[in-house]
């Protein structure tokens, strides 16, 4: 997008946007980095509709949107992005609605292209096991990384999450971490008994070595004593995962996925799922039901006599 195009929008169309941005950053919380993407995409809407002839968000009619999204399609966007710029159009005429900025939601009826979601790749129970036993326990950091896999799978952290995970926050008496999420979103994620124990041990074996003279509150450190980084722990997840012989592209995401996708089929109940990871909506959490239903649907096609 042109960046003199955004320059040159009329107020009419460039204020309700400023407006709904503010509101977004008030009472929603939402990082710099979604925050940027929905002016990105409202404002590529509003060049087009300027280019369209609309100079004003009230004068905009359905038709005109529904445009825009074929516009989106033969400019050859990928479905996802699609969907996020007609959310991000749809976001923006409630909040016009809703501050009297216009009678109608115009975005009522306007969707975006049919998606067909990629179920998430998940560990099975067994190549779990292998992972979590592939640190050596007789060294500090193979210590420290058996206690990052053994939380990463018992609370289905993020990976960001557990790099700013600090030692304030981490009850192992009480068997619970307070996670700040996205959004800056709060939570509270409990830890099971195996996780704590590798923890304890953490702490008062391998910590204590790892600490330098610029250490700070950070719960996992490097072997320069300050927090681990993103990229320290994907590397070290990568490495294990190779010892353990696991052939799937294991990160840190993936141990989210199989630590939720192992609740439910443990019986947990989907809500406490949602809870537990931090998704702001069910649906998010859905696409593990969805995931048990084809892992189900496998096993039946395989091992039933009329199944194949």
């Known amino acids: 997008m042109d960046p003199e195009m955004t320059e040159r929008l009329p107020d009419g169309l460039l204020e309700p946007i400023e407006s709904f941005l503010a509101w977004l950053d008030l009472e929603r919380g939402l990082s710099s980095h979604t925050m940027d993407g929905y002016?990105?995409?409202?404002?590529?809407?509003?060049v087009y509709l300027h280019q369209a002839g609309c100079s004003c968000w009230k004068k905009v009619s359905p038709a005109l949107l529904s445009e825009f999204s074929a516009y989106?399609?033969?400019t050859g966007y990928a479905r996802s992005s699609q969907s996020r710029k007609i959310s991000a159009v749809r976001s923006l005429s409630k909040h016009m609605v809703r501050e009297n900025l216009r009678p109608d939601d115009c975005a009522a009826l306007l969707k975006g292209p049919a998606q067909h979601r990629k179920l998430p790749q998940v560990l099975t129970r067994?190549?779990?096991?292998?992972?979590?036993?592939?640190?050596?326990?007789?060294?500090?950091?193979?210590?420290r990384d058996r206690a990052i896999l053994e939380l990463f799978y018992s609370s289905g952290l993020r990976?960001?999450?557990?790099?700013c995970l600090d030692l304030q926050n981490v009850y192992l008496d009480e068997g619970y971490l307070r996670i700040l999420g996205k959004g800056n979103k709060e939570r509270i994620a409990p830890i099971g008994s195996t996780a704590i124990a590798s923890l304890r041990n953490y702490l008062s074996t391998a910590r204590p070595d790892l600490v330098k003279n610029n250490t700070g509150s950070a719960f996992f450190l490097s072997r320069r004593g300050g927090a681990l980084s993103r990229k320290m722990i994907w590397v070290l997840i990568k490495n294990h995962a190779q010892t353990a012989g696991i052939?799937?592209?294991?990160k840190p995401h993936l141990l989210r996925h199989s630590f939720a996708t192992h609740l439910?089929?443990?019986?947990?109940?989907?809500?406490?799922?949602?809870e537990m990871?931090?998704?702001?909506?069910?649906?998010?959490?859905?696409?593990?039901?969805?995931?048990?239903a084809e892992q189900l649907s496998d096993a039946h096609a395989l091992h039933h006599p009329r199944g194949r």
């Open 39 to 46: 002016s990105r995409d409202l404002k590529q809407c509003a």
């Open 264 to 274: 439910l089929e443990g019986g947990a109940d989907l809500r406490a799922i949602q």
């Open 72 to 74: 989106l399609t033969q």
């Open 159 to 163: 990976v960001s999450e557990l790099c």
């Open 126 to 143: 067994t190549e779990v096991e292998a992972l979590l036993a592939a640190p050596s326990q007789h060294s500090s950091l193979g210590q």
């Open 247 to 250: 052939k799937k592209e294991v």
């Open 277 to 292: 990871l931090g998704h702001v909506d069910i649906a998010t959490t859905q696409i593990y039901t969805a995931l048990k």
